[in-house]
């Protein structure tokens, strides 16, 4: 996300103008309207997998995928000028990141006990802006070949930088991915915390919701004539930008 969001004004300039980048950067879209998926993410899953890695996990080896593929193709669209093609790749590949982002939020409140869930959106906030920091000012770097024979090489003559694109692409495919295995494997899944040695457990009734009644309050909420104004304002806006 930080490489395509926040890198890709600066390394695809050579390749594109700024119009055909601000195409790409719409990739961000699906995150404005998660809301609308979320319910779906709650109320379905496969029990044998668990409620939460029955999303996290094919969400993740889906984005693998769709890493891979940009690994063996992104130069040649970018060369090509295949603008639409990519920004509608990476609009497909942030749409598995929310659905799997909405998953890793409900779990990180079953899984952890309760002295402990205020870490949660610290933990995930620190975990994102390293994200962005490595695939940002430190990709960023390592992708200038005047940087790395600065501080790196120490020899002029080099005309690759230590880390292109596609490389970078493939090392956090090949990284997500072990980490989903692990997930998979190694991690069982808990819907509620462990009770600690000499602690009683409580017993806690389950809330029961029914589908039409989460995506009932979902439709209430839509109405709220604050978020239609909000709505229509961002479609606005988005159509200003694409006209321009």
């Given at each position: 996300m930080g490489l395509f969001l926040r890198s890709v004004p600066v390394?695809?300039?050579k390749y594109l103008t700024y119009q055909e980048i601000g195409v790409i950067m719409m990739a961000t879209l699906p995150y404005s309207?998660?809301?609308f998926w979320a319910p779906v993410i709650e109320i379905y899953h496969w029990p044998l997998l668990g409620k939460?890695?029955?999303w996290i996990v094919p969400m993740q080896l889906i984005g693998c995928c769709v890493l891979l593929y940009l690994y063996s193709s992104i130069e040649q669209l970018l060369k090509d000028k295949e603008v639409y093609f990519l920004a509608g790749l990476l609009i497909f590949n942030t749409f598995v990141i929310t659905c799997q982002d909405v998953a890793v939020d409900g779990w990180a409140v079953e899984i952890l006990h309760p002295t402990n869930s205020a870490y949660a959106s610290a933990c995930q906030s620190v975990g994102l802006q390293l994200g962005f920091g490595l695939s940002t000012t430190l990709f960023v770097a390592l992708n200038s070949v005047e940087f790395c024979n600065k501080w790196i090489f120490k020899d002029d003559s080099r005309t690759e930088p230590l880390l292109t694109i596609p490389g970078f692409i493939f090392y956090w495919a090949i990284a997500q991915f072990i980490i989903t295995t692990y997930i998979a494997i190694c991690v069982p899944e808990k819907t509620k915390f462990e009770v600690e040695e000499g602690e009683?457990?409580?017993?806690?009734?389950?809330l029961t919701i029914l589908p039409s009644q989460v995506l009932g309050i979902t439709f209430d909420i839509l109405k709220n004539k604050n978020l239609m104004t909000f709505l229509v304002f961002l479609f606005v806006t988005f159509a200003a930008n694409s006209i321009q």
């Open positions: 390394l695809f300039k309207f998660k809301f939460r890695k029955s009683e457990e409580e017993e806690e009734e389950e």
